[in-house]
């Protein structure tokens, strides 16, 4: 009897392994010295096949050895999480997650984008292929970090895209339709420790382009054709305002919380890129940067210090995109300052704590 249930045992245990590893998700232990040492806000420079990484301290490029030769990547100082999108081979990739001593591998995808880390540092929201064509998109997937688990949604909406976004630890919003049902485009909560999914907004005035959550409110652009507007919608009062109308589209956001604002990249009716300055209390919206530098690296990141500057990235000729700078915007002097001593490819990442 006692072989028999110890050999039940060792079947369990095999059948437990096995369904781990066939799901793609492998966990490991490191030692502490393989866990990144960054600053803040780092830089990542790729420049004729060489790439470093940079810390930015006392508003200086310092070189970090510790490099990881990445796709994308969210961190979280506090809670010594770093997430990391990796290249397999060709458009294949993995994401790699280090939290204080562990490793965790998810490659049970052909291809994974858009990483979002809630502000706890213990789960991620993304996107994934099966293969190696966008008509093989299988929506947004989220992961518990702590647990090493996926979250099963109960849910039927097909998230559009990238637009989904942490309101919190415990809940994510997220635009797009249920399959079958006219009128459902809206923006949905979904809220992991209930599993209930519910309506949060429903007046999108079009097709929603970009979202980002403002506490429990919203900074959203939307529209239809050409006409697309930068709206606030504020949902204590249940109201909607047109921030402005010249910007058609979002690309990076970043909040701060202590100072109530939001400072987001965004293109223009002429397609100019400018960093923006947007008061949640006083629903004011300010242009940061004009003729310096001229152009605006979109898609390069944004990302805050300790000290509450702004660092992104610039060019001064338009055929000029891959030969960019650091800028920083200086909060206090409301000043823009050159960082980086040569043009190269740059791109910001900041601490999401």
């Keep these: 009897m006692k072989d028999f249930v110890k050999n039940m045992l060792l079947i369990i245990v095999f059948f437990a392994v096995l369904i781990l590893v066939g ?9 502490k010295f393989s866990v990144p040492k ?4 780092i830089v990542l420079e790729s420049n004729k096949g060489k790439k470093r990484i940079f810390n930015i301290e006392n508003d200086a ?27 397999k081979k060709g458009n ?6 280090i939290n204080k001593n562990s490793k965790i591998e998810l490659n049970d995808f052909f291809s994974a984008s858009d990483i979002k880390l809630n502000q706890s540092g213990d789960k ?14 299988q929506g947004m997937k989220i992961y518990d970090i702590k647990n090493n688990k996926y979250i099963n949604l109960k849910s039927n909406v097909l998230v559009s895209g990238n637009l989904y976004a942490w309101l919190d630890e415990n809940r994510i919003i997220y635009y797009g339709s249920k399959a079958g049902e006219k009128n459902s485009t809206k923006i949905y909560a979904y809220n992991i420790e209930n599993n209930k999914e519910s309506q949060y907004y429903d007046n999108i005035n079009g097709y929603c382009m970009y979202v980002f959550p403002v506490n429990n409110n919203i900074l959203y652009v939307s529209g239809i054709g050409d006409n697309q507007f930068l709206y606030y919608y504020d949902k204590t009062n249940n109201t909607t305002r047109v921030l402005d109308k010249n910007i058609t589209g979002i690309y990076k956001s970043i909040k701060d919380d202590k100072r109530k604002k939001i400072f987001f990249i965004a293109k ?7 960093l923006y300055e947007f008061s949640y209390e006083n629903l004011t919206l300010n242009r940061i940067t004009y003729d310096f530098p001229k152009f605006i690296g979109a898609s390069y990141g944004i990302a805050e210090d300790r000290d509450e500057n702004i660092y992104f990235t610039g060019y001064d000729t338009e055929e000029n995109e891959n030969n960019m700078d650091v800028y920083m915007y200086n909060i206090k002097q409301k000043s823009i300052n050159l960082l980086s001593n040569h043009e190269s490819l740059y791109k910001i990442y900041g601490s999401e704590n």
């Design 23 to 31: 799901c793609g998700v492998k966990k490991e232990e490191i030692d």
């Design 38 to 41: 960054y600053s803040n806000v």
């Design 61 to 87: 490029l310092n070189e970090n050895n510790s490099y990881v030769d990445i796709l994308d990547l969210n961190y979280n100082l506090s809670k010594s999480v770093y997430v990391y999108l990796l290249s």
């Design 124 to 137: 991620i929201a993304f996107r994934i292929y099966k293969t190696d064509s966008t008509s093989s998109a």
């Design 268 to 274: 223009q009716r002429n397609n100019v890129c400018a």
């Design 92 to 97: 294949e990739n993995k994401i790699q997650i």
